[in-house]
């Protein structure tokens, strides 16, 4: 049987520095999507939502692969769904 290696962090500075920009994240998310909702043009919000998906994947295939199921679940409705197993 083989042994794993545990590593144990004795310093949690790197991870409340994750949890700040996290935050920072998520706060500047908001803000852009209030941005968004507030273009008239109904092209350019969707043209602009897929630049930011495209930005945000980049050439990342598992990235890619969980938006492309996301959506598919957004799309069948299966995002309500209790029973339902993505």
């Known amino acids: 049987m083989e042994e794993f290696e545990i590593e144990i962090f004795e310093d ?10 996290l935050a920072e994240i998520y706060r500047l998310f908001i803000k852009l999507i209030d941005h968004l909702e507030s273009i008239k043009s109904l092209e350019l ?5 897929l630049m930011m998906i495209r930005e945000l994947i980049d050439d990342d295939r598992i990235l890619a692969g969980l938006a492309t199921k996301m959506l598919q679940d957004l799309t069948l409705g299966f ?3 209790p029973t ?3």
Do not use: C, K, N, V
Request: proline content about 0%; cysteine-free.
């Open 12 to 21: 949690d500075d790197e991870f409340d520095e994750d949890d700040e920009r």
């Open 84 to 86: 339902y197993t993505s």
């Open 79 to 81: 995002e309500d769904d």
């Open 45 to 49: 919000r969707e043209a602009t939502a």
